[in-house]
């Protein structure tokens, strides 16, 4: 299959991110095809979350082009991209710790008007995440971490996004639970949602996904199918701990 | 309680009034003639003897002996919590609304007034929660909203003659903008930075209010300001203005339930508990902080065109840094974004300084003493936001 030829649903082109003076991205160029998951890999501080949050405009990009659905979108205001369904679950997780679980889903919703459709997706995620469901009236701030997680990505999902961007989903979990997040970003890929994942666990995410790319201090250092980079003995010797 | 919890216990009283005892005695005892015991022994004890006299009790309690008076009296508050929980929400508000209606007809010229004084300060808190409880936008100049409002109708009456009903959307709105004209240039701030900024701007208002002599007549503040007339009725007694500032405040009361239980309200809760989390559910960060700004700002507007047609007077010096501060202490002590807790806040500390006029020198050592205890007793206000899903629960 020749990707080239297809059209990407979310393409940075030689995209330049800065704080203050500091270039964060240092032109990077990548692409997302619909339906695929494509994982980003790198050091601490290579800029992965500042890539996400550029794709966002949260971070504004400083040169270079962000073309979402075929679109120019760097000057979309952030809060009205999950309307067009491009939706993050940031590092952190960052739910609001005083809403409620319920409110939390809500708020991923917020810009919805479909009250039956959101009705609808909130069942979905409560199947999703059982968890929840159980914990509903709680605090979001009193859940454990790995109930976080899974209310992060809940809520992102109330949003009905095409593209999910996600930034270190695995941080600070146990390892059975981390698998289970992983089969359930595979559950939410398989109902045609693109996923954009940033990890860590490079072995894990390259595992889960069919393309990757890796970043090293700003710049794209290597792009692969992700069955490749896992076979590369540079990657595995970089970030796989060989 | 083991042994030593109670140790504990009695040693922290002694250090706390070994403490106070240190306090008060500079506070009292430095005379001309030099420093003396006797009136601070006099005070101190009585204080040292009540305090040891509680613990006692509270010991007792905890040993189980009083258990014989404290079972039936928990059991009937109990039963009586049980009734107000069962009891309808529309009737007891009904019922306050009723007491508040007759409030007058049993209360003198000094309840009236109190009173008053109690109705303004609702609007001010609820304004400012709307600010600082649901947008978690922390605001020490709040207070010039207020002189916004005083002065638009203080100017409006006397220099084209509108009357009051007018004035009070007029003065609203030009709180509001005023609202905005902080809220903008503070938006990316957060909070110490926007504390300062705004405590800032609380003082260039008053500062302009006392300076620019030709329009507000500086220090000497504005006299003959009219009372509200409705198609020939003057609001001239006490007793009647106390319904035009019960109408306003009920006005309020019910503006702010709508506005919390709205997209908006939810909006500015997610805004408070992380701003690019909100962002990134779509929420437009930039217009909803100004939008409380804005709101905050209306509600002190209105309540400041009634102050001003109640005084009959307006000058500067009402609209310093320690109203602002008065009025967030009550929407913290009260609890924040709650409607009843900062309707008890203002109560508990209107009331207060009142309660305690007898004790003329000491009363704001007391009200401040009272104020520390109770944030230690209940840090979370005394009446907190309660917590649970609305929205999607409700639809189940
Ligand atoms: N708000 C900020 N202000 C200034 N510099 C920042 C800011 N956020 C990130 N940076 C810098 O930008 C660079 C990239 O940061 P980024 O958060 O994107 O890294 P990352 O790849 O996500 O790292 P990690 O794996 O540790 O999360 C880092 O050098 C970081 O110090
Ligand atoms: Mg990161």
Redesign the pocket.
């Known amino acids: 299959m020749n990707q080239d030829s297809r059209q990407p649903i979310l393409e940075l082109r030689n995209v330049v991110s800065a704080?203050g003076r500091?270039r964060?991205l240092k032109g990077i160029s990548l692409k997302v095809f619909d339906g695929e998951i494509v994982t980003i890999i790198?050091a601490?501080?290579?800029?992965?979350?500042?890539t996400l949050m550029t794709m966002c405009n949260v971070v504004k990009a400083v040169e270079g082009d962000i073309f979402y659905k075929g679109e120019r979108i760097n000057d979309v205001a952030p809060d009205q991209l999950p309307t067009r369904g491009l939706c993050q679950v940031p590092?952190g997780r960052r739910i609001f710790p005083r809403l409620t679980v319920t409110e939390n889903l809500d708020m991923g919703a917020f810009f919805r008007r479909d009250s039956a459709g959101i009705k609808e997706d909130l069942e979905r995620v409560y199947d999703l995440f059982p968890k929840l469901r159980e914990r509903r009236r709680q605090l979001g701030g009193t859940l454990s971490g790995g109930e976080q997680q899974m209310l992060a990505m809940g809520r992102a999902l109330m949003s009905r996004p095409r593209v999910l961007l996600l930034d270190?989903p695995s941080m600070g979990l146990a390892p059975l639970l981390v698998k289970q997040i992983f089969d359930i970003i595979a559950t939410i890929n398989g109902q045609g949602v693109t996923v954009v994942l940033v990890e860590?666990n490079a072995n894990l995410a390259l595992q889960c996904a069919q393309r990757g790319y890796v970043l090293e201090t700003g710049s794209v250092v290597m792009e692969d199918e992700a069955s490749a980079l896992l076979h590369n003995p540079d990657i595995r010797k970089a970030y796989l701990g060989e | 309680m083991t042994i030593q919890e109670s140790k504990r216990l009695w040693v922290s009283l002694g250090v706390g009034l070994f403490w106070f005892l240190m306090l008060l005695w500079p506070l009292l005892g430095i005379k001309p003639g030099g420093l003396e015991f006797s009136e601070t022994w006099a005070v101190f004890s009585k204080i040292a003897v009540a305090a040891v006299l509680i613990v006692a009790v509270y010991h007792l309690r905890q040993a189980g002996v009083l258990d014989f008076i404290g079972t039936p009296l928990v059991k009937a508050s109990e039963a009586v919590g049980r009734g107000y929980q069962k009891a309808p929400t529309w009737l007891l508000l009904a019922v306050v609304l009723a007491a508040a209606l007759i409030y007058p007809q049993f209360a003198g010229r000094y309840g009236n007034d109190v009173a008053i004084s109690v109705l303004i300060y609702i609007c001010l808190g609820l304004g400012l929660n709307v600010v600082v409880g649901l947008a978690g936008l922390l605001d020490l100049g709040y207070i010039a909203f207020y002189g916004v409002g005083a002065y638009a109708y203080a100017l409006l009456s006397l220099h084209f003659g509108l009357s009051f009903w007018t004035c009070l959307p007029i003065a609203a709105m030009l709180a509001a903008i005023s609202g905005c004209i902080i809220g903008f240039p503070t938006l990316r701030m957060r909070g110490d930075y926007l504390a300062i900024v705004t405590l800032g701007f609380g003082e260039i208002v008053r500062l302009i209010l006392n300076n620019w002599m030709t329009l507000t007549n500086g220090p000497n503040g504005i006299l003959g300001i009219p009372r509200p007339d409705f198609f020939g009725y003057n609001f001239a007694s006490l007793s009647s203005l106390y319904y035009v500032i019960l109408g306003i405040a009920v006005f309020t009361v019910l503006a702010v339930y709508r506005l919390n239980h709205s997209r908006i309200g939810r909006a500015w809760e997610a805004i408070r508990e992380d701003e690019t989390a909100a962002e990134l559910m779509g929420v437009n960060t930039f217009l909803l902080k100004l939008l409380a700004y804005a709101m905050g700002a209306t509600f002190a507007g209105l309540a400041g065109a009634f102050f001003a047609s109640r005084m009959r007077f307006v000058g500067p010096e009402s609209f310093t840094f320690l109203e602002s501060a008065m009025v967030l202490a009550m929407v913290v002590l009260g609890g924040m974004g709650s409607i009843p807790g900062v309707i008890l806040g203002v109560l508990v500390l209107v009331a207060l300084p009142e309660l305690f006029r007898d004790f003329e020198l000491y009363r704001m050592l007391v009200f401040g003493g009272v104020m520390c205890t109770m944030m230690l007793v209940r840090p979370a206000g005394l009446w907190p936001a309660k917590r649970v899903g609305r929205r999607s629960e409700e639809m189940e």
């Open positions: 704080y500091i964060a790198g601490n501080g290579a800029g992965k979350s500042t590092e270190e860590q």
